[in-house]
């Protein structure tokens, strides 16, 4: 069984910064990707940002201003959050992804980030 609790959203003006963390537990192993990803209201989910095995990757509009991170021995992933937007506003959720036969893709119960103008 695979869980995983995000932690570190609320509420910041235009420009400031946020940490979110993501502590898993279960069988999660080094090659599990791990990641984050976003919904907006009326929006759909979108993919944030995302490591595997050291190497990260970023959607276009957070590039730059995020950055992820993974600590392999407590089996947490952070986002940092930086020069934050009011576009950025959303429920902000952790992410692995397991082999289909272990279940697929698991997320946790999300935490909201909202920006001020």
């Known amino acids: 069984q695979v869980h995983l609790e995000e932690s570190g959203g609320g509420l910041v003006q235009a420009g400031g910064s946020l940490r979110l963390s993501c502590a898993a537990s279960?069988?999660?192993?080094?090659?599990?990707?791990m990641g984050w990803y976003r919904q907006a209201p009326r929006k759909a989910r979108e993919w944030v940002a995302s490591?595997?095995?050291?190497?990260?990757t970023y959607a276009p509009s957070v590039k730059g201003r995020f950055t992820i991170s993974r600590d392999y021995a407590k089996n947490m992933v952070s986002l940092q959050m930086s020069n934050l937007k009011p576009e950025d506003t959303a429920v902000y959720y952790c992410?692995?992804?397991?082999?289909?036969?272990?279940?697929?893709?698991?997320w946790g119960q999300g935490t909201q980030v909202t920006v001020s103008s």
């Open positions: 992410w692995v992804r397991l082999p289909a036969a272990r279940g697929g893709d698991y």
């Open positions: 279960g069988s999660i192993f080094s090659i599990n990707p």
């Open positions: 490591i595997n095995t050291g190497a990260t």
